[in-house]
C-alpha cells in the first residue's frame, strides 16, 4: 500500500511538474514579448525574494507533519485535531509576519537593483507578489494531513487544476491588457481558490477536523515541535543566504537583464529539479512511516534504492541540461538569451550537487533531524556568500554558482554522512564516501562525454538538433551510469523488481 501510494504521489507530481514547465515557458515567452525582458527579471527576482520570505515558517510544517506520522498508523484522531489546530493558529500568525517584514523592505528594494526602466510602479509590482506570497498560507495547512498520510496526489492534483486554469486566465488577462498588475492580481486570486479547495477536499478525507472538542497540543509533542523548529531555524537562516544571495547578487552587479536571461535557465533547470526530487520526496510520509518500524537493515536497503533511482535521474537530466538548454533556449527566446557554455556547464555540476542531495534529505526529514545540525546550514551559507562574491568578480555568474557548488561540500561532509547514513542508516562512514566519488565521477564523465558526442553533430535544422542532443545525452549517460554503477549494485534488482510488481499491479 505503501509503495502504491508513493506511486500515485510521484505520478501526480510529474504530471504537475510537466504541465507547470509548459505553462511558465509560455508565460515568460509572453512577458519578454509583451513586456520586455526587464519584466521577466523582476518577476524572477521578486519571486525569490518573496520565497525567501518563507523562513518565517521556521520549519513548523515539517516538525507537525513528523509528529503525524504515528498518529495516523493509530487513527488517533485526538492528537491530529490538535495538531492540525495548532498548525492552524501558526500559519495565520506567519501570513501577519511575512506581510509585516514584507512591507518593511519596501524602501530597500532600488537598492537590490542595478538599473531599470520599467513603467508600472516597482513598488506596487512588489506589493502584488508580497500579497500572493501571504495568501499561500490560508488555509494551506491543510495540505499536511494529505502529506502526511501518503495521499499528497490529491493536493497536487487540485494544483494541476487550478495551474492549468489559473495560467490559461492569467496569460488571456496579459495578452489582452498588457497590463502586468492584473497579470499578478489574477495570480493571487487563483492562489486562494487553490488553497479553499485542498481546505474543502480534506474536511471531506477527514470530516473530524471540523470538530470543535479540540485537545491542546500534548506538551511532550509540542516540546519536540518547539526543539526541530529551533534547528530548522538555522536551515531556513542558510536557505535564504545560499539561495537569496544567488539572486540578489545578479540583479545588483550584473543587472535586471542578465536576471531575466538566467531565469529562463532557472525555469528550466529548477522545473527539471523538482521532477527529479519531487518523484522521490513524494515518498516521504512511506520513509516517514518506515522509520517508526525501527528497522535499520530495512532503511538501508530502501536508501539504496531510492539513490540509485535518484542517481539515475540526475545523471540523464544533468546531461540533457548540459547539452540541450542553450539550443531549446535559442528555440524558444532566441539566440541573444543564451549563456556561455562554461556558465551552463557549472550550473549543470550545480545541478548534480544539489539533486544528490534529495534522498538524504527525505531520510533527514523523514526522521525528524532539524535541530542537530542547526550549526552547519550557517557554516554552509556563509561560506558561500563570501566565495560567490570573490569569484563573482572573476567568473561572473559562473562565479556566483562556483561558490554555491563549493559551500555545498561541507554537508556532504558532516550531516549526510554522520547523521543519516551512519546514525538512521547504520552505514559505514568509508561506504559513504566512496560512494559519493564513484558517483560525482561518473557525473563528469557523462557530462564530457555527451558534450564531445554532440558537439561533433551539427545539423542545420535547430529543432531537430535540440531532440538529437536531448536523445544523445539521455541514452549515453544512462548507459554510463548502468555500466559504471547501477549494473552490478544487488539494490538495483530489488528495485526492477517492485517496479515490475507495482506496475503489474496497475495492468
Known amino acids: 500500500m505503501k509503495t502504491k501510494k508513493s506511486f500515485f504521489n510521484s505520478l501526480a507530481v510529474l504530471l504537475y511538474y510537466i504541465t507547470s514547465t509548459i505553462l511558465g515557458i509560455v508565460s515568460r515567452k509572453m512577458i519578454i514579448t509583451i513586456l520586455g525582458i526587464e519584466y521577466q527579471g523582476i518577476n524572477g527576482l ?41 498548525y492552524k493558529k501558526c500559519y495565520f500568525i506567519i501570513g501577519i509576519v511575512i506581510l509585516s517584514i514584507g512591507l518593511l523592505l519596501m524602501p530597500f528594494l532600488k537598492y537590490l537593483i542595478n538599473d531599470y526602466s520599467l513603467s508600472h510602479s516597482l513598488s506596487f509590482i512588489y506589493i502584488c507578489f508580497l500579497l500572493d506570497s501571504c495568501c499561500s498560507y490560508l488555509f494551506s495547512y491543510k495540505r499536511s494531513i494529505l502529506m502526511a498520510d501518503q495521499r499528497n496526489y490529491i493536493a497536487v492534483f487540485c494544483d494541476l487544476l487550478f495551474q492549468i486554469g489559473g495560467k490559461l486566465g492569467q496569460l488571456c488577462i496579459l495578452w ?29 478525507y477527514y470530516p473530524y477536523l471540523k470538530d470543535t472538542n479540540i485537545i491542546p497540543v500534548s506538551s511532550d509533542i509540542l516540546s519536540d515541535i518547539t526543539k526541530k523548529v529551533k534547528g530548522s531555524f538555522f536551515h531556513k537562516i542558510a536557505t535564504f543566504i545560499v539561495l537569496g544571495t544567488d539572486n540578489l547578487l545578479i540583479s545588483k552587479f550584473l543587472g535586471l537583464t542578465v536576471m531575466g536571461i538566467y531565469s529562463n535557465y532557472h525555469l528550466l533547470i529548477s522545473t527539471i529539479n523538482s521532477i527529479c526530487s519531487q518523484i522521490l520526496t513524494a515518498t516521504t510520509a512511506s520513509i516517514g512511516h518506515l522509520l517508526v518500524e525501527n528497522n535499520q537493515r530495512k532503511n538501508y536497503e530502501i536508501f539504496m534504492e531510492l539513490q540509485i533511482l535518484n542517481a539515475g535521474f540526475i545523471n540523464c537530466a544533468a546531461a540533457g541540461i548540459y547539452c540541450g538548454t542553450s539550443s531549446f533556449i535559442t528555440i524558444i527566446f532566441g539566440e541573444s538569451y543564451i549563456l556561455s557554455e562554461f556558465t551552463l556547464l557549472i550550473l549543470s555540476i550545480n545541478f548534480c550537487v544539489q539533486g544528490m542531495r534529495t534522498v538524504y534529505s527525505i531520510f533527514k526529514e523523514a526522521a525528524g533531524i532539524l535541530y542537530e545540525d542547526r550549526f ?16 563573482l568578480h572573476y567568473l561572473g555568474l559562473s562565479g556566483i554558482f562556483l561558490g ?27 561506504d559513504y564516501y566512496k560512494n559519493i566519488i564513484w558517483i560525482s565521477i561518473i557525473f563528469l564523465l557523462s557530462l564530457i562525454t555527451c558534450k564531445a558526442i554532440c558537439a561533433s553533430i551539427i545539423l542545420e535544422n535547430k529543432i531537430y538538433q ?5 536523445t544523445i ?30 506496475f503489474n499491479k496497475r495492468h
Open 473 to 502: 545525452s539521455v541514452f549515453v549517460s544512462f548507459f554510463i551510469f548502468v555500466c559504471m554503477y547501477a549494473g552490478w549494485k544487488k539494490e538495483t534488482k530489488e528495485l526492477i523488481i517492485k517496479l515490475k510488481a507495482l
Open 46 to 86: 521578486f519571486s525569490n525574494i518573496l520565497s525567501m520570505l518563507s523562513i518565517a515558517e521556521l520549519g513548523i510544517g515539517t516538525a507537525i507533519v513528523y509528529h503525524m506520522y504515528r498518529p495516523l498508523e493509530k487513527g488517533d484522531t485526538f492528537t491530529i485535531k490538535a495538531l492540525m489546530h495548532f
Open 176 to 204: 489582452l491588457s498588457h497590463n502586468f498588475i492584473l497579470y499578478l492580481i489574477s495570480m493571487i486570486f487563483t492562489r486562494l481558490a487553490n488553497n479553499v479547495l485542498i481546505s474543502c477536499v480534506s474536511n471531506k
Open 466 to 470: 535540440f531532440l538529437l542532443n536531448c
Open 404 to 430: 554555491t557548488i563549493i559551500s555545498s561540500i561541507i554537508l556532504y561532509s558532516y550531516t549526510y554522512p554522520i547523521l543519516v547514513f551512519r546514525n538512521v542508516l547504520g552505514g559505514k562512514i568509508r
Open 376 to 391: 552547519i546550514p550557517l557554516i554552509e551559507s556563509m561560506i558561500n556568500l563570501i566565495v560567490s562574491l570573490i569569484l
